[in-house]
């Protein structure tokens, strides 16, 4: 079983739509019923960078690993809140998968949560922190609404 299988199988809030079975890894993986992509590429990570850019959403990126055990514990909880916010983007990105890229964003402890907003970081969680993380996320939110209810 490859990582990308293993990673599949820890995170089974992910289903998987890849449309080859060759060992590449250029998969299009949804969350179901919310708004998480699992980033296996670094191009797949600036295609979606682009696309929160172009519609004004913030984005959560969680730097994760499929032997974290805190990493598995926090992920259906990260799941349940893609499934709320759909104004924000959600991304996952396998540290292992991409280990240089990862490496880019400085990550020492998995999972690391980067909160972006036009691709530049305005906040950072380290840890599996269910309730800060919920905080983080609300108040983000909360904020993105009031910025898109008040007159330009």
């Given at each position: 079983m490859g990582i990308t299988d293993t990673v599949h199988s820890l995170f089974s809030c992910f289903k998987s739509r890849s449309t080859n079975n060759d060992g590449d890894?250029?998969?299009?993986?949804?969350?179901?019923?919310?708004n998480v992509s699992l980033i296996t590429t670094?191009?797949?990570?600036d295609q979606k960078l682009a696309e929160a850019n172009k519609e004004g959403k913030i984005v959560i990126a969680n730097f994760s690993?499929?032997?974290?055990?805190?990493c598995r514990m926090i992920a259906p909880f990260y799941c349940e809140l893609s499934e709320k916010y759909l104004s924000l983007m959600f991304?996952?990105?396998?540290?292992?998968?991409?280990?240089?890229?990862s490496s880019s964003w400085d990550i020492k402890a998995t999972p690391t949560f980067f909160f972006l907003k036009d691709s530049q970081q305005i906040?950072?969680?380290v840890g599996a922190n269910k309730p800060e993380l919920q905080k983080k996320i609300t108040a983000i939110a909360d904020t993105q609404v009031v910025c898109e209810t008040q007159p330009q």
């Open positions: 890894s250029s998969h299009n993986v949804k969350f179901a019923g919310g670094k191009e797949s990570w690993a499929s032997w974290c055990g805190p991304l996952t990105v396998d540290v292992d998968e991409l280990t240089e890229f906040d950072k969680l």
